[in-house]
């Protein structure tokens, strides 16, 4: 099992920054990957930035440029940041971030709102 907490979500005008940060614990030596995702209403969940083996980074076009994910690995927690700059109305959602163990078994956090005012 592995336990995902986000934070730093919030209300932050266009042009403005956030950072999101989301602590893993538990069976973090099974982490293959690690990534972010988005959702708004009436909207799939779409990956925004993801992180996987050999530290390759994968980022969705819209936010190439003004988003960066990191990995910081410590010995029993993983801390994954997500720093977003220039923030756009249109990146308003719940953000997840999201673990992918051995078997293609993904964990999920909690989500934590963003909303970007214009």
């Known amino acids: 099992q592995v336990q995902l907490v986000e934070s730093g979500g919030g209300l932050v005008q266009a042009g403005g920054s956030l950072r999101l940060s989301c602590a893993a614990s538990?069976?973090?030596?099974?982490?293959?990957?690690m990534g972010w995702h988005r959702q708004t209403p009436g909207k799939e969940r779409e990956l925004v930035a993801r992180?996987?083996?050999?530290?390759?980074?994968?980022?969705a076009d819209s936010v190439k440029g003004r988003f960066a994910i990191s990995k910081d690995n410590a010995k029993n927690e993983v801390i994954l940041q997500l720093q977003m700059n220039s923030l756009k109305p249109e990146d308003t959602a719940v953000y997840y971030c999201?673990?992918?163990?051995?078997?293609?078994?993904?964990?999920w956090g909690q989500g934590t709102q963003v909303t970007v005012s214009s």
């Open positions: 538990g069976r973090v030596f099974s982490i293959i990957a």
């Open positions: 992180i996987g083996s050999g530290d390759m980074v994968t980022y």
């Open positions: 999201e673990a992918i163990v051995g078997g293609g078994v993904s964990y």
